[in-house]
């Protein structure tokens, strides 16, 4: 099903390829043909799958099409930014358009644009685009017309966002403590829009980040305490097993259905299924399972960060914490629930780090010493703050002060431990090297976990391979020669990457956040200034760049004579007026307009381009621009 989902991307497969791959497999099994091709044609049909079910939207609209939208609000992002369900299609409406706040299950008229979303990131810059589309949605509605409610339909979705604010609004009276009630917004109801920035930052510094994100952790916590609560009021057997789902997957819904708590509760009802049918199960086959039909009903969760991490944890536990717990051998009883705890947060971070360090560019070394304590302390207040929204307000009231004293007191414990936490910053790697750490760590836990001397030449295998890689990867950094043109709303920032070192061309930018990630990315040294001769054939001056073969000009206000060149980098809002007052000689061949420049500057380059046939690209559209030169 992954490979069918990644394989999407280079083709589409038929779904008459999966009718017919599936029916073979299911005749092969009938008539009792051959194990082998039996698994070729149902690993076939699943793999059609994967790749049918992931297939792109063929809808393409029209840039100039008004069409009439009557949809649904399906979600309600953070910002007051709205998902519409209209026609099988999810779409997305910026807060810009209205001013108007909608609720999920509110039926919406209005006439509008839609426009393709907009991937304008930099590199190893958080894209909102590709953050959409893990939620299916491709498409942005512009609309030119207000925006009418026309009515309100009820759905299991519409019905847990409304359950979830009254608990929110619940939280607001019984917590009057700012920063104790976020965090429980955060961990009972999965509700992070509101979250300060200094909280995250604290929890990213001690590596307890995860605590923050309702998971496998907070969903077993909560089954625990139904069962608790189900045992105590008399439930018992089938009929408490029975019992436990509806309120486990209620939670579920109620957290806004992530993918590490959609992974918890899937595990959990085969779990609770095998034992009503009192079959056994293999935990491993249960997490294969979750994950399958996780991606059976939303294929693109395999992309999401929280999908991976959460999987990547679990696959952790269940193949290195047998191992680390019983390496020492027996313990004693004070000694074992710590190493217990230990051995927990190793076997889970130690799958999750390649992800960490690709997503986030840092890892916490010691960040297990925090969890150790900042996990138990966690779970108390979670179940503390769950008790106090189940009772009545007046009972509420007076246990408040429990979770409230839990909260103070977790923050504190991090903020102690915040300037001793150990980190290794600024980790930039290539998506192949990630993908060669994993296939290493995963053939190490299937050395520990069957002891094969197989898996174990297999890890030396890619050990090799990633040290190969390393080397060659280094050596094309150090031969790369291209110009890249950053897209920062109202500045300018043109690098220069020659051969391992690099050199701004210009940048007006006040901050090097948007342009650090790709000098860490491709390891470059900064070259000192210069002016004329760098090489035999390079010569650079200011806002110009010549090569054997190429020249580059870039226009700003202070300089704005265009000489014949092949590469033109429009900044500053320099018209076409200014440059080219009486056009002769040769166009550039490729111009560039970044995002210092104002809209109607744009638009007016755009329409010289197209009448002298010159090759036109606008940050503002396409992101970043790299240039090769020659």
């Known amino acids: ?20 791959c599936l029916l073979l497999s299911f005749l092969a099994l009938a008539f009792s043909i051959s194990g082998k091709i039996t698994d070729f044609l149902l690993l076939t049909g699943i793999f059609s799958c994967g790749s049918f079910l992931s297939a792109p939207d063929n809808f393409r ?8 939208i009557k949809g649904r ?3 309600v992002l953070s910002g007051n930014h709205y998902i519409l369900s209209s026609h099988n299609r999810s779409l997305y409406l910026n807060h810009y358009y209205t001013d108007t706040l909608y609720n999920s299950g509110d039926s919406l008229c209005f006439y509008a644009y839609i426009r393709p979303l907009k991937q304008l990131e930099n590199p190893g810059e958080f894209s909102y685009a590709r953050y959409l589309k893990q939620k299916n949605t491709v498409f942005q509605v512009v609309p030119v017309t207000d925006i009418h409610r026309i009515g309100f339909s009820e759905n299991i979705g519409s019905y847990f966002d409304r359950l979830r604010k009254k608990l929110l609004h619940k939280t607001s009276r019984l917590f009057p403590d700012t920063t104790s009630r976020m965090l429980i917004d955060a961990l009972c109801l999965g509700y992070k829009h509101e979250l300060d920035k200094e909280i995250q930052t604290l929890f990213i510094t001690t590596g307890t980040v995860h605590l923050l994100a309702v998971s496998g952790l907070h969903t077993g916590a909560i089954y625990l305490l139904i069962v608790i609560l189900l045992k105590t009021t008399g439930f018992k057997g089938k009929k408490m097993e029975l019992t436990v789902l509806p309120l486990l997957w209620g939670y579920a819904c109620l957290t806004g259905l992530s993918p590490s708590v959609v992974r918890a509760a899937t595990i959990l009802t085969f779990i609770t ?6 079959r056994t199960y293999t935990p491993l086959n249960s997490v294969a ?34 191992f680390l717990f019983h390496l020492p051998g027996t313990l004693p009883r004070w000694l074992s629930y710590p190493y217990a705890c230990i051995c927990l947060t190793i076997s889970a971070q130690l799958l999750t780090l390649p992800i960490s360090a690709f997503y986030f560019h840092t890892v916490n070394i ?29 009972i509420s009231h007076i246990l408040a002060i429990i979770p409230i004293f839990l909260a103070r007191l977790l923050m504190r414990f991090l903020a102690i431990f915040a300037p001793i936490s150990l980190h290794v910053s600024q980790l930039y790697f290539h998506p192949f090297t990630l993908c060669l750490l994993y296939a290493g760590l995963i053939c190490l836990c299937l050395y520990i976990y069957t002891r094969h001397a197989s898996w174990l030449w297999r890890v030396l295998f890619l050990c090799s391979s990633l040290l190969l890689w390393m080397i060659c990867l280094n050596f094309w950094h150090s031969c790369r020669q291209e110009v890249v043109v950053f897209h920062i709303p109202h500045y300018s920032a043109v690098l220069f990457n020659q051969c391992g070192y690099s050199s701004f061309l210009k940048n007006t930018s006040p901050t090097a956040e948007k342009t650090a990630p790709y000098l860490y990315l491709h390891k470059l040294q900064t070259l000192p200034p210069h002016s004329g001769l760098l090489e035999s054939g390079l010569y650079s001056y200011t806002n110009r760049l010549y090569t054997s073969h190429d020249s580059l000009h870039i226009l700003d206000q202070g300089f704005t004579q265009a000489a014949s ?27 560039i307009c970044d995002g210092s420049n104002a809209p109607y500057t744009v638009r007016k380059w755009a329409e010289f381009c197209r009448t002298h046939q010159t090759d036109f690209h606008n940050t503002a559209e396409n992101g970043y621009i790299r240039i090769r030169l020659k």
Do not use: W
């Open 1 to 20: 099903m992954v490979a069918g989902i990644l394989f999407d991307g280079q083709a589409t497969l038929s779904i008459y390829l999966l009718y017919a």
């Open 61 to 68: 609209p029209a840039p100039d099409h008004l069409y009439e």
């Open 73 to 75: 609000c399906q979600e």
């Open 273 to 278: 299924i095998g034992k009503l049918a009192q």
């Open 289 to 322: 399972a979750s994950a399958f039909f996780t991606l059976l009903i939303r294929p693109s969760l395999l992309y999401s960060l929280s999908f991976l991490l959460s999987y990547s944890a679990y696959c952790g536990i269940l193949l290195l914490y047998p």
């Open 366 to 394: 010691n960040s297990f010493l925090a969890n150790l304590f900042a996990v138990p302390l966690t779970t108390f207040l979670l179940y503390s703050a769950t008790i106090c929204l189940l009772l009545p307000s007046a």
């Open 565 to 591: 060149c092949q590469i033109l980098i429009v900044t500053d809002n320099v018209t076409p007026e200014q440059v080219f007052r009486a056009p002769s000689g040769p166009m550039p061949r490729l111009l």
